[in-house]
């Protein structure tokens, strides 16, 4: 059995749009892009199985039944999708109401490990390897300080 090519396409397009969505900051689009890649996951399992009668013992005989799996699979996907829904809902619900807006904002300690991690490379992406650890030292001290003016900055804000 060859899938209709529009439910391919379809599908093509919601996973497309679920994983752009998904790579935005807004807690809202997150939540729109799980639950279009839900879709286009239960969309494309639905593909996946061979049509025919119900699959009921003494109701179709048994060479034309289709597979019951697949129909299981998108039942379980479903309530999967929506408690992913629900709990990005109240994520997003909750960042409203402590901040007025659902933006995921950087977190302070991933600003601290790329700052160290791009003071530790040299141009070519190897380690300086100088010898002189005192510099480094004294620009950790002096980075790790912008970085803790920057959180209290944004806790204050």
Do not use: C, K
């Amino acid at each position: 059995m060859t899938p209709n090519l529009t439910y391919v396409i379809v599908v093509g397009v919601l996973v497309a749009a679920g994983v752009t969505l998904l790579l935005e900051r807004s807690l809202t689009r997150v939540l729109m892009g799980v639950i279009l890649l839900g879709n286009g996951a239960n969309l494309l399992l639905l593909t996946g199985g061979r049509a025919g009668g119900a699959p009921i013992v003494g109701n179709t005989p048994q060479e034309e039944m289709s597979d019951p799996l697949p129909q299981a699979m998108i039942l379980t996907a479903i309530v999967i999708t929506l408690g992913m829904t629900a709990f990005l809902l109240a994520l997003a619900y909750r960042s409203w109401h402590l901040n007025g807006h659902d933006e995921v904002q950087d977190d302070v300690e991933d600003r601290r490990i790329m700052a160290l991690a791009e003071r530790d490379e040299g141009p070519d992406g190897a380690d300086s390897g100088d010898g002189d650890d005192d510099d480094d030292d004294d620009a950790q001290t002096d980075n790790e300080r912008s970085l803790a003016a920057t959180a209290d900055a944004g806790r204050a804000g």
